[in-house]
């Protein structure tokens, strides 16, 4: 926390600064991040008309918010940093709608997922136009020079981790999976490089030596992988607001079935691999409470629940906690604290 807090101390010139967490980031900043989302994106005709649509799906406008909370808290200004967070959320959602073109996913945040209203050719002009609204709204910033290079490459690591997804998950129903490392390496490509991006442009935003932007990126990966595995468990063991087995009906490879193939008995590992080949279609509620059933029983849930558990030492030990206070913390307070087999 060191170099943190002595760049911290230095901003602020013997003058306190309060740092901020994430909800007071919303209440500070929230308003003038939906202005902005929503002007960057404006475009004339049918294709405004589903971007619009798409950033009405809501969201918590995490990673918007992420570059002007750590920048605030590194002693910059968060203001400052407001369009750098508006590219990175167009960058997210357009990788959402393309996402739900390629899982072939139906709805999302409970409304009906772009191409499943307009079809899979439109669905990806629309995600292709945020790309664009995006880099237009990223090079408008007065450190362009340093967070385009960095956000194209996080971009590219993106899609590669969507490339190895979309492999894993044809391959894992049929074929002896691979490591759970293997899974855990998609999931840092894939879901943390958006995490460690806004963190690092909320750094270069505030001005940090390239060191500290190294170490909130490498924090960030941390919070990415932590917010993905969590996600993973809450879709077996469920959560405030949270639908039980999506993924199961899906046949999705998770950190909880990456974690069986590797741990659990043959046996196990081929019904439940028969149960996630089944179609969606055809997977019934029984299907999918034995699939739970056996994540749990072969101790996949309790590997997630360890994993996490570690993460979270990580995180809370890490030089750059204090960028983000609560975050961490936040996801940790989502999983169930007493979780057993189903009865």
Same mark, same amino acid.
């Given at each position: 926390m060191a170099a943190v807090q002595s760049l911290f101390d230095a901003r602020m010139s013997g003058m306190p600064r309060r740092r901020l967490g994430l909800a007071e980031a919303k209440e500070r900043w929230g308003s003038l991040i939906e202005h902005r989302l929503r002007h960057a994106a404006q475009t004339d005709g049918f294709l405004g008309g589903m971007l619009d649509y798409q950033l009405g799906t809501g969201g918590k406008r995490l990673r918007a918010l992420l570059p002007s909370l750590v920048a605030h808290n590194l002693g910059g200004d968060g203001h400052a940093a407001l369009d750098l967070g508006v590219g990175l959320e167009l960058l997210h959602n357009a990788s959402l709608v393309h996402d739900d073109c390629q899982d072939g996913d139906l709805q999302r945040r409970g409304v009906p997922t772009l191409h499943a209203r307009w079809g899979t050719a439109q669905a990806i002009n629309a995600g292709d136009a945020l790309i664009f609204r995006a880099f237009a709204a990223l090079a408008a910033t007065p450190v362009a020079d340093r967070v385009l290079p960095r956000v194209s490459e996080a971009m590219v690591r993106l899609t590669q981790g969507q490339c190895s997804d979309l492999r894993l998950q044809e391959t894992h129903r049929v074929h002896r999976a691979q490591p759970l490392? @293997?899974?855990?390496?998609? *999931? /840092?490509?894939? @879901?943390?490089a958006l995490f460690a991006l806004a963190l690092e442009l909320g750094a270069i935003a505030a001005g940090a030596p390239s060191k500290v932007v190294a170490d909130a990126g490498d924090y960030g990966r941390e919070l990415g992988l932590c917010f993905q595995v969590r996600d993973d468990l809450l879709d077996? &063991?469920?959560?405030?607001?949270?639908? &039980? %087995? %999506?993924? &199961?009906? *899906?046949g999705k490879l998770t950190f909880l079935v990456a974690w069986s193939y590797e741990h659990a008995p043959a046996a196990e590992v081929q019904r439940l691999r028969t149960l996630l080949a089944t179609? *969606?279609? /055809?997977?019934?509620?029984?299907? &999918?409470? /034995?699939?739970?059933d056996l994540l749990h029983a072969v101790g996949a849930v309790e590997a997630a629940v360890a994993w996490l558990s570690a993460s979270q030492a990580r995180i809370a030990s890490h030089p750059m906690r204090d960028l983000v206070p609560g975050l961490a913390e936040a996801f940790a307070a989502a999983v169930p604290t007493a979780i057993g087999a189903p009865a």
């Amino acid at each position: 926390m060191a170099a943190v807090q002595s760049l911290f101390d230095a901003r602020m010139s013997g003058m306190p600064r309060r740092r901020l967490g994430l909800a007071e980031a919303k209440e500070r900043w929230g308003s003038l991040i939906e202005h902005r989302l929503r002007h960057a994106a404006q475009t004339d005709g049918f294709l405004g008309g589903m971007l619009d649509y798409q950033l009405g799906t809501g969201g918590k406008r995490l990673r918007a918010l992420l570059p002007s909370l750590v920048a605030h808290n590194l002693g910059g200004d968060g203001h400052a940093a407001l369009d750098l967070g508006v590219g990175l959320e167009l960058l997210h959602n357009a990788s959402l709608v393309h996402d739900d073109c390629q899982d072939g996913d139906l709805q999302r945040r409970g409304v009906p997922t772009l191409h499943a209203r307009w079809g899979t050719a439109q669905a990806i002009n629309a995600g292709d136009a945020l790309i664009f609204r995006a880099f237009a709204a990223l090079a408008a910033t007065p450190v362009a020079d340093r967070v385009l290079p960095r956000v194209s490459e996080a971009m590219v690591r993106l899609t590669q981790g969507q490339c190895s997804d979309l492999r894993l998950q044809e391959t894992h129903r049929v074929h002896r999976a691979q490591p759970l490392a @293997t899974y855990l390496a998609m *999931a /840092e490509a894939k @879901t943390a490089a958006l995490f460690a991006l806004a963190l690092e442009l909320g750094a270069i935003a505030a001005g940090a030596p390239s060191k500290v932007v190294a170490d909130a990126g490498d924090y960030g990966r941390e919070l990415g992988l932590c917010f993905q595995v969590r996600d993973d468990l809450l879709d077996v &063991v469920g959560g405030k607001g949270r639908l &039980v %087995g %999506g993924d &199961v009906v *899906a046949g999705k490879l998770t950190f909880l079935v990456a974690w069986s193939y590797e741990h659990a008995p043959a046996a196990e590992v081929q019904r439940l691999r028969t149960l996630l080949a089944t179609p *969606a279609d /055809e997977t019934c509620e029984a299907m &999918v409470a /034995e699939a739970i059933d056996l994540l749990h029983a072969v101790g996949a849930v309790e590997a997630a629940v360890a994993w996490l558990s570690a993460s979270q030492a990580r995180i809370a030990s890490h030089p750059m906690r204090d960028l983000v206070p609560g975050l961490a913390e936040a996801f940790a307070a989502a999983v169930p604290t007493a979780i057993g087999a189903p009865a």
